[in-house]
């Protein structure tokens, strides 16, 4: 158990729809990633955010949106829905150790749009 | 930008030794990292190196030659359950820490 929580496990959706997938980090951890994983694919960097602001970027379209609260907590809304956005959603919590990254992985949402 | 290289897939036998490659591309860097994942489970984190060398950790070891962009991450007394997908990964200058994927290395270990 990594200590990051993600919920829900599942989600099976239509297109055109909205949803939101949450995220607990790791107890202490202020920095929380979201990735995105298509089938044998690789992990696709979303967005970070750290204490609560937007730190960096990667490949996140504009119909996807997150933000992270005041509890650490953080939120990937994905909206206008479309059937390539199926796939898995990964948040990962960091903590630095003599410089190092080590990223802590939740279980992921797996989202299905029909 | 920033880009990795890593080969698709990965045979070995049970017992065996097996060496993955990572070549990277990248505008800045501060280190190269490795994460496995097992089929629909989440990566975990096996190494980092931040410095040119290897880093040993039990069964698994990590080098990385930064003058090369280029590191490996080396399995020893392979065994049925390292069958999984190895992800290298770079931090790169800007990215607080953000990671750029490879596109993973499927290993499969027979007996």
């Known amino acids: 158990d990594s200590g990051v929580t993600q919920t829900p496990k599942h989600l099976i959706t239509a297109t055109g729809q909205r949803v939101t997938l949450r995220c607990s980090p790791r107890?202490?951890?202020?920095?929380v990633y979201w990735y995105q994983q298509s089938l044998d694919q690789g992990l696709q960097f979303l967005i970070q955010y750290y204490n609560g602001e937007e730190r960096a970027k990667g490949n996140i379209l504009e119909r996807f949106s997150a933000q992270q609260f005041p509890d650490l907590h953080s939120e990937l809304n994905l909206s206008s829905l479309e059937l390539g956005d199926s796939a898995l959603y990964f948040c990962?919590?960091?903590?630095?150790?003599?410089?190092?990254?080590?990223?802590?992985f939740g279980a992921g949402t797996r989202l299905s749009v029909l | 930008g920033q880009s990795l290289e890593q080969p698709s897939e990965v045979t070995a036998v049970e017992g065996a030794i097996v060496q993955i490659n990572c070549t990277y591309q990248t505008s800045g860097f501060y280190g190269l990292s490795w994460y496995q994942q097992h089929d629909g489970g989440a990566p975990t984190f096996l190494s980092y190196?931040?410095?040119?060398g290897l880093e040993e950790t039990g069964r698994f070891s990590s080098f990385l030659s930064r003058s090369d962009s280029y590191g490996y991450l080396l399995l020893q007394e392979l065994q049925m359950k390292d069958s999984a997908s190895y992800f290298c990964?770079?931090?790169?200058?800007?990215?607080?820490?953000?990671?750029?994927f490879g596109a993973g290395t499927r290993l499969a270990v027979h007996p």
């Open positions: 190196n931040g410095l040119d």
């Open positions: 107890s202490g951890d202020l920095s």
């Open positions: 990964a770079v931090t790169g200058s800007g990215g607080y820490n953000k990671l750029i």
């Open positions: 990962a919590s960091s903590v630095d150790e003599r410089g190092k990254n080590i990223q802590y």
